[in-house]
């Protein structure tokens, strides 16, 4: 496969699901500021920009909600917005439209023109369901009209290191505003995992419990264990040779270490230090992204959160 078209893959896979994951975290933490008149709107809304890697405006002195929904939602400009991700998405589809179906280019093009520029607060809720079902759509169309050869490996590659990152920032978000933050079971309904965990528990989220559910649980495909674990199964498939002669491909090595920490240690342990364990969630995936644009992507330049260009 080209390397061109297998990074476009790549990251339309990254984008959809960062998409996603941005629009659920900002959907959790926009109605925490609306239901608790008590949290500090200013300190809640730099720490979220902060979790989110986007930097504050700077000529304003109270942040407010209004602008974190310009910044991550409708701004064609900040690399952690849900219109630049779309955008996004769909320009690294059309790099590789030879190889990408019609159905998934057509949803992509859909999805980008019908992203509006203003968004009213008020309807917030309505326009990050939005996004999420146009994410759904897309990532069902390209499971029902992608051959499962190096093109599929590529994308779910993509889509399975954006969640593992995309879950720890919204696992990190907990600790935002101490004890006014998202309870546990508001974290578990914005992935979708409140049934799940009520299957696998039986019982009412507790802190540890719902914690090791996100975390460690093999099954829910939202897992930080699960994403790695896929994403090492896709980077196996790619390059098959590297991963027989010993973990000599970083991508496995740095996806690796991050698992095993993870599942050895102790939950306790990580549910004190949150935000540092994700954290290093983060800088793992990016090594693995960083060590698969050196070894499949040479000749591009390096993505990075703040300021990458499609």
């Known amino acids: 496969m080209l390397s061109r078209i297998a990074e476009s893959l790549f990251w339309i896979g990254r984008y959809i699901e960062r998409s996603d994951g941005t629009a659920r975290i900002l959907d959790v933490h926009l109605q925490l500021l609306l239901e608790d008149p008590w949290i500090d709107e200013d300190t809640a809304c730099r720490s979220l920009l902060a979790v989110m890697g986007a930097p504050a405006p700077a000529d304003v002195e109270t942040v407010r909600r209004e602008h974190v929904l310009e910044h991550l939602a409708v701004n064609r400009t900040t690399a952690s917005s849900i219109a630049y991700s779309l955008t996004s998405a769909r320009e690294n589809a059309r790099r590789a439209r030879e190889i990408v179906s019609t159905e998934l280019w057509e949803c992509l093009n859909t999805t980008r023109a019908r992203m509006p520029r203003r968004l009213q607060t008020e309807k917030a809720h ?31 590659l993509g889509r399975s290191i954006e969640r593992a990152d995309m879950t720890a920032r919204l696992l990190a978000t907990r600790s935002l505003t101490q004890a006014s933050g998202p309870s546990w079971t508001t974290i578990l309904r914005s992935c979708g995992a409140y049934e799940p965990y009520l299957r696998t528990y039986r019982g009412m989220p507790s802190a540890r419990n719902a914690a090791e559910f996100l975390l460690l649980d093999r099954l829910f495909p939202r897992s930080i264990i699960f994403s790695i674990s896929q994403a090492e199964q896709c980077m196996s498939a790619i390059d098959p040779v590297a991963d027989r002669v010993g973990h000599s491909n970083a991508v496995l090595r740095a996806l690796g270490r991050i698992r095993n920490d993870l599942e050895y240690r102790p939950i306790g342990e990580i549910l004190g230090e949150l935000p540092e364990h994700m954290d290093q969630v983060q800088q793992v995936t990016r090594e693995a992204s960083d060590a698969i644009r050196q070894r499949f992507f040479p000749t591009q330049a390096e993505r990075t959160w703040i300021g990458e260009v499609s």
């Open 126 to 156: 309505e326009f990050f369901q939005w996004v999420r079902e146009r994410a759904a759509l897309a990532v069902g169309i390209a499971d029902s009209s992608t051959s499962r050869d190096e093109s599929w490996q590529f994308f779910t």
